[in-house]
């Protein structure tokens, strides 16, 4: 039993070897020096480079303001989603955050990718 957890446990981490999620409040409070921002209908992306890492590294925030636990939630899980789909190996060296914006609360899928695609063309373009 405790094998298949560790073999489910490699998969995941080779999946989410292209970029790393932002968790920690310091990583967070380092987009106050925000270098880079991308404004779209529903996002709002802080770029900074990561001296850190090499790798790309992203995090998600989204506030109360928009709709309910259930709904905040289901746009992270899209967003994540979209990401593990499309992350390219050519941005690497950052960090940005997907901020919602007050009217994201109805978005559609349809919406998410191309303004997710709008991002991603973008910071490809910039490298902050």
Not at 41 to 57: A, G, H, Q
Not at 101 to 124: G, P, T
Request: net charge positive; charged share 30%; with cysteine.
């Amino acid at each position: 039993m405790a094998e298949g957890c560790l073999v489910l446990e490699e998969l995941r981490a080779e999946k989410d070897l292209q970029f790393n999620y932002i968790k920690k409040r310091k990583q967070y409070l380092e987009f106050n020096r925000v270098q880079k921002k991308i404004y779209t209908n529903n996002f709002l992306v802080l770029c900074l480079k990561d001296t850190e890492s090499s790798l790309f590294s992203i995090g998600i925030t989204i506030t109360k303001k928009i709709g309910n636990a259930v709904t905040r939630n289901r746009i992270k899980r899209r967003i994540k989603a979209y990401l593990r789909q499309v992350m390219k190996a050519k941005i690497s060296g950052m960090m940005i955050n997907i901020i919602a914006i007050k009217d994201s609360s109805n978005i559609s899928w349809s919406e998410i990718v191309s303004e997710l695609d709008y991002i991603i063309k973008k910071l490809e373009q910039s490298n902050c």
